[in-house]
């Protein structure tokens, strides 16, 4: 079962056209929401606006450098987590992602039948992106999530900014319930491949909806945090502390001006979980 092709086996009953056309379809639809939301939210007139007063304002930099420490770190590593529980699940997920995405990629358009057999390495991949993208979604959900570890909501309260995660994991875990079924023989899997498809057209058509678009607005934004920093254009925003004097006494509360560095931080003592 791991090292058969789930989308070469529907070719009895459906032209491999069809699951063709259907990813087609899906890869349109996050461009056409990508360029929706950059157009609602005005992101790219953002970015080019602070790269000109970067440009204007800002010493010279070397963005090659700051490119590949963003791509390093930012991207690849994920280092604006902080929380490493909360950093290994995204990175489960976000590698189980691509991975799961290159494998039905290649499994649809490569080997779309039983006649032209995959390796057995491609859907291995799939099974095991598929895998990740669970172990570290369902981690995130349950049991990571700030609503649920540290409010104490219930982990089946659902938001709109939750469309994203559980759609994803919908799809996921429908398309493994799916092919575990298909390679069966189990009557049941044409249902769940249905449920597959629902639940795959909702996470890539609902991109406008959801926090899809913020894959590829994060690196910008990281990228523009590092050249703002380097090029000194964030000097004028304040400060995370109160070590700087001039801080101290820009502070609104009279009370905390002369007030020792560590009053106020009790809350980073324990996780809050007094709920």
Not at 140 to 165: C, H
Not at 177 to 206: C, P
Request: charged share 15%; glycine share 6%.
């Amino acid at each position: 079962m791991l090292t058969q092709n789930p989308f070469a086996l529907l070719n009895g009953t459906l032209p491999s056209s069809v699951m063709q056309i259907f990813v087609a379809l899906m890869v349109l639809a996050v461009i056409v929401g990508t360029l929706l939301d950059m157009a609602h939210k005005g992101s790219a007139q953002y970015f080019f606006a602070n790269a000109r007063k970067s440009r204007a304002q800002g010493k010279p930099v070397d963005k090659a450098s700051i490119a590949i420490k963003t791509l390093a770190v930012d991207v690849l590593a994920s280092g604006e987590f902080c929380n490493p529980r909360r950093r290994l699940a995204h990175l489960l997920t976000m590698y189980g992602f691509i991975l799961y995405l290159l494998a039905t990629v290649i499994q649809v358009y490569v080997y779309p039948t039983a006649a032209s057999p995959a390796p057995a390495l491609v859907p291995a991949l799939w099974w095991l992106g598929a895998v990740m993208v669970m172990f570290g979604g369902y981690w995130f959900w349950f049991f990571i999530r700030v609503d649920v570890a540290a409010e104490g909501s219930s982990p089946w309260r659902l938001m709109r900014a939750d469309l994203f995660i559980v759609s994803l994991l919908a799809s996921v875990t429908f398309g493994v319930i799916w092919a575990w079924l298909q390679a069966s023989g189990s009557a049941a899997s044409w249902l769940f491949f249905g449920l597959y498809l629902l639940a795959t057209a909702v996470l890539f058509g609902g991109v406008y909806w959801s926090k899809f678009a913020h894959m590829f607005f994060k690196p910008a934004a990281a990228f523009d945090k590092r050249v703002a920093e380097a090029d000194g254009t964030n000097m004028n925003l304040p400060l995370l502390s109160r070590d700087d004097p001039a801080q101290r006494e820009r502070h609104s509360m009279e009370l905390l001006r002369n007030a020792p560095m560590d009053m106020g931080l009790g809350i980073k003592r324990e996780a809050p979980r007094h709920y």
